[in-house]
């Protein structure tokens, strides 16, 4: 098995003034690539009963790898993951919730803007390096959670729907310091249209 790295359906610079174009191509041709090079390389001779997805070699980690191997499928595969989802989202088509998945939003969370506040507060509260997700659980439900470094919430037979990125690499040429300003200002290149072709796939499966 060998995984690729996905190319951007939007130029590196389509996400400006909110994200930049440099921050946007060291993100996807370095940091992106590298860890798709180091999982490809951490799978090299590895021979498993049949070809599974990035995402299930990540799920079933502990099932597929022995225990000195499973953290460097975690980092990797984890960041090779994570990052597709985060990239696949991004753009600035479809700003505004629709469908399914604003309907669930406010269900869940009482309004919109709830659930901003809480997925906002879940990203600038995540101490060092992680992700915040909006994940579907086990009975269907939406939920905001936290993961540290490049830990995918699959491990936790928790569904990704939305994955903000918050490393340094991903904002700090551009906010430095500011993690909050990035975080709000991710509302803004979230491409809503994906998110819902994404939460309706769950729905399906």
Aim: charge should be negative; charged fraction near 25%.
């Amino acid at each position: 098995m060998k995984f690729e790295l996905p190319n951007l359906p939007y130029a590196y610079d389509a996400l400006e003034p909110y994200i930049d174009e440099e921050t946007m191509r060291i993100h996807h041709e370095k940091h992106h690539q590298a860890y798709l090079n180091n999982f490809n390389a951490a799978l090299e001779g590895v021979k498993l009963q049949k070809e599974y997805s990035a995402e299930e070699i990540v799920k079933k980690v502990k099932e597929l790898f022995p225990q000195d191997m499973q953290q460097t499928v975690i980092n990797n595969g984890g960041g090779y993951i994570n990052h597709n989802l985060f990239f696949e989202h991004l753009g600035n088509a479809n700003n505004e919730p629709m469908g399914k998945i604003k309907e669930d939003i406010i269900k869940t969370f009482g309004s919109l803007e709830n659930f901003k506040t809480e997925f906002e507060t879940a990203a600038k509260t995540q101490f060092g390096s992680g992700w915040v997700f909006l994940v579907v659980d086990e009975n269907g439900t939406l939920k905001v959670i936290k993961r540290q470094n490049q830990n995918s919430p699959l491990m936790d037979n928790l569904t990704p729907i939305i994955g903000l990125d918050v490393w340094e690499h991903a904002y700090y040429l551009n906010y430095q310091n500011r993690r909050p300003d990035y975080v709000s200002n991710f509302w803004n290149v979230l491409n809503w249209e994906k998110v819902e072709k994404n939460y309706q796939k769950t729905l399906k499966n």
